[in-house]
């Protein structure tokens, strides 16, 4: 009895379009996913702030060297998947503010 030979060709699928595959999604997700960083940091400052203690501002500027990280211009092909310049530049300004914020607050803590 002959054996049957299995093709090792996989079946075609039909390509279901991707609502995700847009030029402008990964810079929208990207743009989301570090606003979303910046709120974590923003309220860990607030906690930091009303708590005080030396874990909670360790976690804070964890926190805001992460965002910090997040801000720096990407390479290419990366480009898109950061803040826009004027956006980023405020936030910057705002991880500073923050690190001397952390730093007051070290001094209480002491």
């Given at each position: 009895?002959?054996?049957?030979l299995i093709?090792?060709?996989p ?70 998947q ?10 910057r ?18």
């Amino acid at each position: 009895m002959p054996l049957a030979l299995i093709s090792t060709k996989p079946a075609k699928r039909e390509s279901k379009p991707n609502p995700f595959a847009t030029p402008d999604f990964g810079s929208v997700y990207s743009v989301a996913e570090i606003n979303a960083y910046i709120a974590i940091r923003d309220q860990l400052l607030d906690e930091a702030e009303k708590l005080h203690t030396t874990a909670k501002i360790a976690s804070t500027a964890l926190a805001n060297d992460f965002v910090e990280g997040c801000l720096k211009p990407a390479r290419s092909p990366y480009e898109d998947q950061c803040l826009p310049e004027p956006d980023a530049v405020r936030e910057r300004e705002r991880c500073e503010s923050v690190r001397e914020r952390l730093t007051r607050l070290r001094d209480i803590s002491v």
